[in-house]
């Protein structure tokens, strides 16, 4: 969450080795002639002694 993010939101996903679609979502309610934008942070969250 960045310092000025009220709300942040967190997910964990169970990736497989094979690459490939791990997550979708549909949105809806968008308007024409907007300008809209889409972040993400990711990290390994594997520990490096597994």
């Excluded at 000025?4 to 679609?21: K, P, Q, S, V, W």
Aim: glycine share 10%; proline share 2%.
């Amino acid at each position: 969450m960045s310092p000025n993010e009220l709300y942040g939101r967190m997910a964990i996903f169970n990736a497989c080795l094979t690459a490939g679609e791990f997550y979708t979502q549909t949105v809806s309610g968008l308007c024409g002639n907007t300008t809209y934008e889409v972040g993400a942070r990711m990290a390994n969250t594997l520990k490096t002694t597994a």
